[in-house]
């Protein structure tokens, strides 16, 4: 008996194509808060043995967004397992709460890798916008308490990432209002109070434990970066700065402009990037 079918509270389902067979897992739940349930669905390609997992955080400026229908889905022909994932968005509960549950959501993926059928270690983390800006804090953050957090029942099991795959992500909140047009402005002051609570001018502190270019050390995964060079809502100056802070400490990275293209859309998840990402993530891990 296949052992996916004893996870309970799912949608289970096969569907083919001309790269095979995949296996969707729909609304498993990894972690409970209070009366919240925290879920993620997994997509693993059925001929391919013991996959690669990448874990997927969507956009929608910390506020908004859910784990159904993953931009990144096409990634699963190449031969990936994929893990989309809920968390707690800022009008139920404010940073770092949606990194606590990222975490906690990688612990849970990688105590069951067994069950799932995946490979145990070099989890990878991808997200767009506000998504990969949670992933990419959360893949320079291995094992930083304060970002840790205590959500889930794994809490003994290793959240750390092997690689980073950020889609027009921000990488520090000090300084991405002073590089907005006025749109990104408007759209980026009032999701970044709902985040930390207020101004990041006036709240510096919690602005750098939010921003990724503050994290960096000698021990942080690979990076690779994909940014449009006309997004008017995540300044591209994000990605330069993080992409700057990973070359002056002699850390792998990649950067990816996509030139005359704005915030996300399908160029950024075509043939042509995907094969980027695969061959990425195969020549780094």
């Known amino acids: 008996m296949?052992?996916?079918?004893?996870?309970?509270?799912?949608?289970?389902?096969?569907?083919?194509?001309?790269?095979?067979?995949?296996?969707?897992?729909?609304?498993?739940e990894f972690a409970k808060v209070d009366d919240l349930s925290l879920k993620l669905d997994v997509y693993i390609p059925t001929e391919v043995e013991e996959p690669t997992l990448i874990v997927w955080v969507h956009?929608?400026?910390?506020?908004?967004?859910?784990?159904?229908?993953?931009?990144?889905?096409?990634?699963?022909?190449?031969?990936?397992?994929?893990?989309?994932?809920?968390?707690?968005?800022?009008?139920?509960?404010?940073?770092?709460?949606?990194?606590?549950?990222?975490?906690?959501?990688?612990?849970?993926l990688r105590a069951n890798a067994e069950l799932y059928g995946y490979k145990k270690d070099g989890f990878v983390i991808s997200g767009a916008s506000a998504g990969g800006h949670l992933a990419a804090l959360v893949g320079v953050s291995n094992g930083q308490p304060e970002l840790e957090g205590k959500v889930g029942k794994?809490?003994?099991?290793?959240?750390?990432?092997?690689?980073i795959v950020d889609f027009y992500g921000a990488s520090n909140l000090t300084t991405i209002l002073n590089q907005s047009t006025p749109h990104g402005l408007s759209v980026r002051i009032p999701a970044l109070e709902l985040l930390i609570g207020g101004h990041p001018d006036d709240l510096p502190k919690i602005a750098k434990l939010a921003s990724p270019v503050f994290h960096l050390d000698e021990n942080d995964p690979p990076l690779l970066l994909i940014h449009g060079d006309q997004d008017p809502q995540m300044p591209i100056n994000q990605a330069h700065e993080l992409h700057g802070v990973y070359k002056g400490k002699d850390l792998p990275v990649e950067f990816e402009v996509i030139y005359n293209s704005a915030h996300g859309g399908k160029a950024f998840y075509d043939e042509e990037r995907m094969a980027l990402v695969d061959y990425f993530i195969s020549s780094r891990l």
Not at 3 to 23: D, V
Not at 77 to 94: E, W
Request: proline share 7%; hydrophobic share 45%.
């Open 2 to 28: 296949n052992k996916l079918l004893l996870i309970p509270c799912i949608w289970f389902a096969i569907t083919s194509g001309l790269n095979g067979e995949t296996q969707k897992l729909l609304n498993v």
């Open 154 to 163: 794994h809490l003994d099991v290793s959240s750390d990432i092997a690689a």
């Open 59 to 108: 956009g929608g400026a910390w506020r908004a967004g859910s784990k159904n229908n993953p931009s990144i889905l096409p990634i699963v022909a190449k031969g990936y397992a994929l893990a989309s994932i809920d968390y707690r968005l800022t009008p139920v509960a404010p940073f770092p709460a949606n990194v606590h549950d990222i975490k906690a959501a990688i612990r849970y």
